[in-house]
């Protein structure tokens, strides 16, 4: 995990997608608790209602849920709900503004595919 927040999304929005890293890459599994926002605020060194925010969007978006007097834990199902969110918004933000540059420069498929077969190589994994 990373302490350093960057200025291109709200904190809250940068929590919320920590948490739904640890569940995409199952380092947060279906019905585990998640750390509490007591927790998150020593650890991030940010304020309650900032971290509060971040967890209640994940609330509303089914991807936990609450045990009142308990805690907060992940939702059945949420990896799966996770990964084709992010299919999607790949798809959407990447690939579609891909197929239209390459539309425009007169690129088949098969052009495309040894381009991304060539620049596999050179980028880096996060695991």
């Not at 200025?7 to 948490?19: A, L, N, S, V």
């Not at 380092?27 to 007591?38: C, G």
């Not at 077969?117 to 994994?125: E, F, N, V």
């Amino acid at each position: 995990m990373s302490l350093t927040f960057h200025d291109k999304k709200p904190i809250f929005q940068q929590i919320k997608e920590i948490i739904e890293d640890q569940i995409v890459k199952d380092q947060l599994r279906e019905h585990d608790q998640i750390p509490s926002t007591t927790q998150m605020v020593q650890f991030y060194k940010v304020n309650h209602i900032t971290i509060s925010k971040g967890i209640n969007l994940l609330v509303e978006e089914g991807i936990v849920y609450k045990k009142r007097g308990v805690g907060m834990f992940v939702s059945e199902g949420a990896k799966e709900q996770l990964l084709e969110l992010r299919k999607n918004d790949f798809a959407d933000e990447y690939v579609l503004p891909m197929i239209q540059e390459a539309e425009k420069l007169g690129l088949t498929e098969s052009d495309i595919q040894e381009i991304i077969i060539k620049l596999k190589g050179r980028g880096t994994s996060e695991s």
